[in-house]
């Protein structure tokens, strides 16, 4: 039900967004095929995560039933659109928008608000080749906005209040360590750690493979023990 949509968003904005990386520092070489493998790779992942269940099916009552107390109807067209887009957002902002330094990072952002906005002036300023197609929501849905300023890189998709961007550090929780731990066994949670074991998490379940790199104290150790860890369901993955 949702081909069109998906269809739409790639073929409206994945042109500019291949683009940016054409325009910002790469600390290490991105071609366009890569960069649409993981694209879409991640896009899936996080469309069928179970984890996090950013898409659930609507449930229908067959004709002429009457619903009970017990009856759910599951995420609406309307909110799984509106979900949709979040994550084609979210998988732009970390593939495309995430192969740079801070500075491209920034840079990158203000593309994203500006299509987002429907805003084409910053393409012209930046002298862009490729343009964007506005692609509407048809359900009657509002896509909630990133912040103004910052980097929308510190925030995720909070799938149960609307797909609202939330600051990973709001997934941090209390953090104590046992006083029998070992030290080796000690993953200190930051907002870097939260961010990169949810995408390892999610590409990892999905059945993906990724490399992390990055020069020393990028939390690249860290994210990979807490993943191994914490990270996943014991009952299908073992480490």
């Known amino acids: 039900a949702h081909a069109t949509q998906i269809d739409s968003l790639f073929n409206g904005y994945f042109e500019v967004m291949l683009e940016c990386t054409h325009k910002v520092k790469t600390p290490f070489p991105v071609s366009d095929g890569w960069l649409c493998i993981m694209a879409t790779r991640l896009f899936e992942s996080l469309i069928t995560d179970t984890t996090e269940c950013f898409c659930s099916p609507t449930n229908e009552l067959p004709e002429g039933e009457e619903p009970d107390d017990d009856f759910d109807p599951g995420q609406s067209f309307a909110d799984r659109e509106v979900v949709i887009a979040q994550l084609f957002w979210f998988s732009m902002l970390w593939t495309c928008g995430s192969c740079t330094d801070s500075e491209g990072r920034l840079w990158v952002c203000d593309i994203i608000r500006a299509c ?50 939330k600051p990973w ?39 993906f493979n990724f490399l992390i790199s990055g020069p020393t104290g990028t939390a690249k150790t860290a994210s990979i023990q807490g993943a191994l860890l914490n990270g996943f369901n014991p009952d299908a993955f073992t480490s």
Do not use: C, M
């Open 116 to 165: 987002i906005d429907n805003k084409k002036d910053l393409l012209k300023k930046f002298n862009f080749v490729a343009d964007f197609t506005k692609v509407d929501l048809t359900a009657g849905g509002s896509l909630p906005q990133p912040p103004r300023k910052g980097l929308i890189h510190d925030l995720f998709i909070d799938p149960e209040d609307g797909a609202k961007w």
């Open 169 to 207: 550090t709001d997934r941090i929780a209390n953090f104590d360590v046992p006083k029998d731990a070992q030290y080796h066994t000690i993953i200190v949670p930051t907002s870097d750690t939260a961010r990169n074991q949810f995408l390892i998490r999610t590409l990892i379940e999905r059945g």
